[in-house]
């Protein structure tokens, strides 16, 4: 007599077919690039303000530009510092070994940090709730 209480596994071909793989709904980030003249350590001066077209009808052009605005102004206040420690540790790379130019690289990665938390700030509060995502990019060394 068979097993009543037995529970077998149903072997389908189409059961592959239903199994749906982890399918991440994030939408690709609008990636901004650098439009200055100016590049220390893969830093740009400045974003350009242009709205970009993957965001017309998702982001008002105004809130974009803020946005890039608030990302130059952190620029314009820590790129003079960096660049005075670039020619101090350029001046001084021989006698110290290179160990002078630590500070330029340590006060680009606290700009850069700076700018990821900003960029994530402005993400969380604004342009993931209209379905975007901005981030800025490393510019071309």
Not at 30 to 51: E, K, Q
Not at 67 to 78: A, D, E, G, S
């Amino acid at each position: 007599m068979a097993d009543f209480d037995a529970i077998y596994e149903d072997q389908d071909e189409n059961s592959s077919i239903l199994e749906a793989p982890n399918i991440s709904m994030t939408p690709d980030p609008v990636v901004i690039r650098g439009a200055g003249n100016i590049t220390v350590f893969g830093l740009s001066n400045r974003f350009d303000t242009d709205f970009p077209n993957l965001l017309h009808s998702r982001v008002a052009p105004e809130e974009f530009k803020a946005t890039v605005t608030r990302v130059n102004v952190t620029l314009r206040k820590t790129l003079p510092v960096t660049v005075r420690w670039l020619l101090c540790g350029c001046l001084c790379c021989c006698c110290t070994l290179g160990c002078s130019m630590w500070p330029v690289v340590c006060l680009s990665k606290r700009t850069r940090h700076q700018l990821e938390k900003q960029l994530d700030w402005e993400n969380c509060h604004l342009y993931s709730k209209l379905g975007a995502q901005v981030e800025a990019g490393q510019a071309a060394l």
